[in-house]
C-alpha cells in the first residue's frame, strides 16, 4: 500500500516513485493483470464487450499506467538506478503484453462478442482489436508461436539499448572551446556554456551536442573548424565511426539485429517484409503507394531544393569567399544569406520570444479557437522545473497536461507528448475519467536572471506538442482504446500537431505572444513582414531532406536485406533525393530514434503525409477568413474562425479514433485532401 505506482486514486505520485519502487509494482500488476485474464477466458465467462472491459481493461490500464510513469521517468529524470530498474522489469512487461495480444482463448472469447450490440465507438474499438489480435500473432500456433513472442521480447531489449545508446553518446561529448574559436556564437548561449565550464572547473566553453548548444554553434559560429568538429561528432554518434572512446555507444549490431527480427516477424505473419505489417493499420494501403508518395513530392520539390543550394553556393563565393562549402558550413552559410535578403537574424527574432509569453499567447488561441480555459493546476511533478495545467469549457474539467520545457542531463533529446491516462467512461464504477498527457520539450533554459528565449522553431514546436496534446485530450469519446489519440491511424496521428504550427505564422497571434526581453515591446510588424518574407527559404531542401529520410525507412524495411550494409542503402537514397552530399563518415541512422525506439518503423513518412492533411485543414481557415469583405470585417473574421474552430475540433480532436481518419477529415473538409494546400504553404505552388 506504500508503493506509489500501486496507487491509482489519481495522478501519478512522481514526486514519491524510487527505482525500488519498480520492480514490486510490476509484478504485483501482471499477477494481478494474469488473474483477470484467466477470469476472462474461462468458458463461462460472458462474451460481452463491458464484462470483458470491467475485469481485463480495468487490470491492464493499472499496469500500463504504472509502465507509463516508469517509462516516463526513464525518459525525462534518467538515473543509472532507475534505468536499472527499467531494464530490470521490461522483460516481464514485454512478455505481459505479447502474451495478452496473442492468446488465442481471448482472440477467440472477442470473436464470440456480438457485434451487433456494440455502440459505434465500441465496434471500432473492437475492429481495431481483432485486427491487432492478428498482427500480435493469435493466429499462429505452436514454435512459430514461441518465437513470436521472444522476437517482441528481444526487439524491446534492443529499441531500449538503442535510446539509451544515443542518449549517452550525445551526452558524453564535450568541447571546451576558447574565446577565439567562439566569435560569432549569441551571448546568451555563450553565457550558458561558460557557466557549465566554470561549474566542471574548467575553463572557456562548455560545448554540447544538445540543440540548445550543438544548433547556435552550426549557424553562427565563424569558425568552419569549431563546426566541424561538432558536426563530425553529431554525424557518428553511437557509430562505428565516432572516436574509440565511445565504441561502447555503437548501435551498428543493434540496428542489424531489430532489422533481421522485424523481417522474421513480418514472415511469421505471411507479410513479405515489415513495410507491409506496419500499413496495414495505416491511411496508406501499401508500401508501395507510400515510396510513390514520397517519389513524386520528392519530385515536386527538386527544382527548388537545386535552387536553394545554388543560392547558398554562390552566396557563399561571393560573400563569404568559400568556394567549396562543406556540409557543416551550410547552416551558417544559410543563416548569413538570410540576413542578406531578409535583413534579419534568428537571434533577433529570438529576443521577442520569451517563454512566458509564448505560452500564455498559445493558451489564448487555443482557447479562442476551441472555446476552453486553461488554468494552472497542481499535481506531483519529477522535477521543480515541470508545470502543469488544467483545461475546462463551461467550468466542467476536460483534461490536463504537464509541461516539461528545459533541456537537461538525464533527459533524451527532442520534443514529444504522451499519454498519462486517457479518457474513458470507466465500466468498474461508472466514473468518466478525464485525459491526461505529458508534453515534453528541449529549450535552452533563462540565464542571466531573464526569463527564457525560444527560438521561432522552438515556438513551432511547442504549438506542434500542444497539438498532439489537444488531440488527446479534447475527445469526447468514451471508449478509451479510440478516445484521443488511440486508435488513429499513425500517418494521420500529425495532422493536429503539424495544423496548429500554422498559427505560428499568423501576426494577430504573434503581436499578442511575443514581448522583447530587455524592452518588453511586441514583436515589430516590419520584423514579422521579413519572417514571413523568408518563411519558405530553403523549404525545397528541407522537403528533400524529409523525404530523404521517410524513404530510406521505408526501403529499409522493405527492399533491404538486414545483413547487408545499411549505408549502401542510405547512400543510393541520398544520391536519389539529397542536394548536399554527406560525408562518407556520416552515420545518421545510427540515432534514427523515431524508427529503432519510437515507433515510426516504416511509418516516418507519416510526417509527410499528415503534412497534406493538416495543410488542407488549416486552408479551411484560411477560406473562411477571407471570404469576409464586410464593414466589420475584423470581428467577422473571429466569428467565422471560431465557427471553423468548432467545426474542426468536433471533426477531428472529439472524434479522436474513433472512426476512420478519412471519415473525419471528409467530415471536417467536406471531401478528399489535396496536396495543393501543402505545396502552397511551401512556396512550392
Known amino acids: 500500500m506504500t508503493n506509489p505506482l500501486l496507487d491509482f486514486s489519481d495522478l501519478p505520485l512522481f514526486d514519491q516513485i524510487l527505482p525500488e519502487h519498480v520492480g514490486p509494482a510490476l509484478d504485483a500488476l501482471i499477477v494481478q493483470a494474469d488473474t483477470a485474464l484467466v477470469q476472462v477466458t474461462a ?21 500500463g499506467r504504472a509502465w507509463g510513469a516508469v517509462s516516463h521517468l526513464n525518459s525525462v529524470a534518467d538515473t543509472p538506478e532507475m534505468r536499472a530498474a527499467y531494464n530490470a522489469a521490461l522483460p516481464a512487461v514485454t512478455e505481459f503484453w505479447a502474451r495478452l495480444g496473442a492468446d488465442e482463448r481471448l482472440y477467440a472469447k472477442y470473436k464470440a462478442i456480438d457485434v451487433a450490440s456494440l455502440n459505434t465507438e465500441q465496434r471500432q474499438a473492437h475492429k481495431n482489436a481483432m485486427r491487432n489480435f492478428v498482427l500480435s500473432g493469435a493466429e499462429l500456433i505452436g514454435s512459430a508461436k514461441e518465437r513470436f513472442a521472444k522476437i517482441q521480447e528481444r526487439q524491446a531489449e534492443l529499441s531500449q539499448k538503442f535510446s539509451e545508446n544515443a542518449l549517452d553518446a550525445t551526452q558524453a561529448f564535450a568541447y571546451y572551446a576558447t574565446a577565439e574559436e567562439v566569435a560569432g556564437i549569441p551571448e546568451d548561449v555563450l553565457q550558458t556554456a561558460r557557466e557549465q565550464a566554470e561549474a566542471e572547473g574548467k575553463a572557456g566553453y562548455k560545448l554540447s551536442l544538445k540543440m ?4 547556435p554553434v552550426m549557424q553562427f559560429a565563424e569558425s568552419s573548424a569549431l563546426r566541424e568538429k561538432l558536426y563530425r ?22 540496428i542489424r539485429e531489430i532489422l533481421a527480427l522485424r523481417l522474421e516477424e513480418a514472415q ?28 513524386d513530392l520528392a519530385r515536386r520539390a527538386r527544382p527548388y531544393a537545386e535552387k536553394d543550394i545554388a543560392d547558398l553556393r554562390a552566396f557563399a563565393l561571393e560573400t563569404l569567399n568559400q568556394p567549396d562549402p562543406q ?13 542578406a535578403r531578409y535583413a534579419f537574424s ?24 476551441f472555446e476552453v480555459s486553461i488554468r494552472e493546476d497542481s499535481a506531483p511533478v519529477w522535477k521543480p522545473g515541470v508545470a502543469f495545467y488544467r483545461i475546462e469549457r463551461n467550468g466542467q474539467l476536460v483534461g490536463q497536461f504537464y509541461l516539461d520545457q528545459p533541456a537537461r542531463t538525464g533527459k533524451r533529446g527532442g520534443a514529444w507528448m504522451d499519454d498519462v491516462r486517457a479518457r474513458w467512461l470507466r465500466p468498474d464504477t461508472g466514473v468518466l475519467q478525464t485525459p491526461v498527457a505529458h508534453l515534453v520539450c528541449n529549450f535552452a533554459e533563462g540565464v542571466g536572471g531573464k526569463p527564457a528565449l525560444l527560438t521561432h522553431d522552438d515556438v513551432t514546436t511547442l504549438f506542434h506538442e500542444f497539438g498532439h496534446g489537444l488531440h488527446h485530450m479534447l475527445t469526447q469519446v468514451n471508449e478509451r482504446d479510440v478516445s484521443g489519440i488511440s486508435g488513429v491511424e499513425w500517418d494521420a496521428v500529425e495532422l493536429p500537431s503539424q495544423f496548429m504550427e500554422n498559427f505560428c505564422w499568423e501576426w494577430d497571434v504573434l503581436e499578442s505572444m511575443t514581448a522583447h526581453v530587455d524592452t518588453g515591446e511586441p514583436l515589430p510588424r516590419a520584423l514579422f513582414e521579413k519572417m514571413l518574407a523568408a518563411k519558405n527559404f530553403q523549404s525545397g531542401m528541407q522537403t528533400l531532406r524529409q523525404v530523404e529520410f521517410s524513404l530510406f525507412d521505408m526501403l529499409l524495411h522493405t527492399s533491404h536485406n538486414p545483413a547487408d550494409d545499411l549505408m549502401d542503402l542510405l547512400n543510393e537514397v541520398r544520391k536519389e533525393t539529397a542536394v548536399i552530399s554527406a560525408p562518407a563518415y556520416s552515420r545518421t541512422a545510427h540515432t534514427f530514434s523515431h524508427i529503432f525506439s519510437g515507433g515510426y518503423a516504416a511509418g516516418y513518412y507519416s510526417y509527410k503525409w499528415a503534412e497534406v492533411l493538416s495543410a488542407d485543414a488549416y486552408a479551411a481557415f484560411e477560406e473562411t477568413a477571407a471570404a469576409v469583405q464586410d464593414a466589420n470585417a475584423d470581428q467577422r473574421k473571429t466569428t467565422v474562425t471560431v465557427e471553423t474552430g468548432r467545426k474542426y475540433r468536433q471533426a477531428i480532436l472529439e472524434a479522436g479514433g474513433s472512426r476512420p481518419a478519412m471519415e473525419s477529415f471528409k467530415a471536417f473538409r467536406g471531401r478528399e485532401p489535396s496536396i495543393d494546400a501543402l505545396l502552397r504553404h511551401q512556396g512550392m505552388a
Do not use: C, H
Open 268 to 295: 511469421l505473419l505471411s507479410y513479405r517484409n515489415f513495410g507491409e505489417v506496419s500499413v496495414v493499420a495505416k491511411m496508406a494501403q501499401s508500401p508501395e503507394e507510400v515510396s510513390a508518395f514520397l517519389r
Open 233 to 254: 561528432a553529431y554525424t557518428t554518434r553511437a557509430s562505428d565511426q565516432a572516436p574509440a572512446e565511445f565504441s561502447q555507444y555503437d548501435n551498428s549490431a543493434i
Open 346 to 369: 534568428e537571434q533577433e527574432v529570438k529576443q521577442y520570444f520569451t517563454a512566458p509569453k509564448v505560452l500564455t499567447g498559445l493558451f489564448k488561441i487555443v482557447e479562442t479557437l
Open 43 to 63: 468458458p463461462d465467462f460472458p462474451a460481452t464487450w463491458v464484462d470483458i472491459a470491467r475485469v481485463l481493461d480495468v487490470a491492464t490500464e493499472n499496469l
Open 212 to 215: 540548445p548548444s550543438y544548433l
Open 327 to 339: 556540409p557543416w558550413d551550410y547552416a551558417y552559410i544559410g543563416e548569413k544569406l538570410k540576413e
